[in-house]
């Protein structure tokens, strides 16, 4: 009998049903309309049984956040947006949130092991998103099996996840607010209007979002450009009242 892999949202574990419902069955397309145009049907027939038998399904509602606060769970986790829009964050310690990663349909998220440090990672829905979620050392036992996973690997989800990490480091290292808002726009030209002005400000001016009452004095060079710039309405409370 069929064995499904699904996530316990209530204990944040991974378990088994030997049925599948209305839910499921919608994991199953998404599942089939991601991978069926990467892989072949008939020749990749089993790496794709492999890889469905190996991920794990997740469905979250706005606000909700995937796994518990200070959980270990994404330790060594591929965590893959098949549909939707999601912030990743790391806390530590001190529980303060650090906003890393936007992450919309097609995007993916490699997470080291981080139980040897006093980081963790986590991921809340900023819309209705559907994840995927594949352990790192089960894939590589499929990538043993079948070259075809291998090469999924290497050129969808690590190229994917190393353009995310790639194009934050560049917005994360560039000083001026005005540049980074347009190197923003030009990144995710699709997302500058649909997340909460709070998580924007986090990306653009991630110094000030830390700080709660943060010194936003300019010298007159950033002011002029900063007053002078087409803010959107959502941030011009924020950052010129």
Known sequence: MEEYRI???????????TQLNNMELGYTKYFLKVFLSLLDRKKDRAAIRFLYRHTAFRNIYEGETL??????AANGKLVYVAKGLVNGYITDESEKPSNIWLGRSGSTYICDDCSYTDH???IQAIEHSTLFIIDKCEFEEGCAWYPVLDSLFHF??????ITD?????????????????????????????????D??????DPDAAMDPEPNLQLDDTNEKS????????????????
């Not at 969808?156 to 996840?161: C, E, G, I, P, T």
């Not at 998580?199 to 653009?204: C, P, Q």
């Not at 900063?226 to 009242?241: A, E, F, H, M, S």
């Open 7 to 17: 996530i316990n949202t209530k204990k944040n574990e991974i378990c088994y049903s």
């Open 67 to 72: 796994f518990g606060p200070n959980s270990p």
């Open 120 to 122: 963790s990672f986590n």
């Open 156 to 161: 969808y989800f690590l190229r994917n996840a």
């Open 165 to 197: 990490v790639n194009n934050r480091n560049i917005l994360f290292r560039i000083q001026n607010i005005e540049n980074r808002t347009n190197l923003f726009r030009r990144i995710y030209p699709d997302l500058y209007d649909r997340i909460p002005a």
């Open 199 to 204: 998580l924007l400000i986090s990306y653009l």
């Open 226 to 241: 900063i007053l002078n710039y087409q803010w959107p309405k959502k941030l011009t409370g924020t950052y010129l009242n």
